[in-house]
Nanobody, 115 residues
Framework: QVQLVESGGGLVQPGGSLRLSCAAS????????MYWYRQAPGKQRELVATISSLGTTNYADFVKRRFTISRDNGKKTVYLEMSSLKPEDTAVYYC?????????WGQGTQVTVSS
C-alpha cells in the first residue's frame, strides 16, 4: 500500500527557511522519480520540484535558486529545502511519485509565510 507522509511545515517570516520531508512506503522508492506539489487557497495544485531516481532535479521558475529538492533512498524520504520564502509560497505542500500525479497523496504539510 502506497503511503506518503509529509512533515516540516509551519509559520515562518518572509525571508525565512523551512525543510520539508516526505516519508514514502509501499513502492520501490529508489526507482521512482519524486515530486513536490503545492496548493494555495483558491488555486490549482502546481508542481514545485522534481527529482529523478538518479538525482536529477528540476524546478518551477517561481522557486528556482530558492528551493532545493533532495532524496535519501536508504530512508525512503524526499526533502524540500526552502529558503528566501515569500508570502506567495504559502500553501499546503504535498509529495507524489508521478507527474501528472497519481491518486496517492499524503495529508500535506502547511507552509505559511507571514510577518
Amino acid at each position: 500500500q502506497v503511503q506518503l507522509v509529509e512533515s516540516g511545515g509551519g509559520l515562518v517570516q518572509p525571508g525565512g527557511s523551512l525543510r520539508l520531508s516526505c516519508a514514502a512506503s509501499g513502492f520501490f522508492f529508489s526507482l521512482n522519480s519524486m515530486y513536490w506539489y503545492r496548493q494555495a487557497p483558491g488555486k490549482q495544485r502546481e508542481l514545485v520540484a522534481t527529482i529523478s531516481s538518479l538525482g536529477t532535479t528540476n524546478y518551477a521558475d517561481f522557486v528556482k535558486r530558492r528551493f532545493t529538492i533532495s532524496r535519501d533512498n536508504g530512508k525512503k524520504t524526499v526533502y524540500l529545502e526552502m529558503s528566501s520564502l515569500k508570502p506567495e509560497d504559502t500553501a499546503v505542500y504535498y509529495c507524489n511519485r508521478a507527474n501528472p500525479p497519481d491518486n496517492y497523496w499524503g495529508q500535506g504539510t502547511q507552509v505559511t509565510v507571514s510577518s
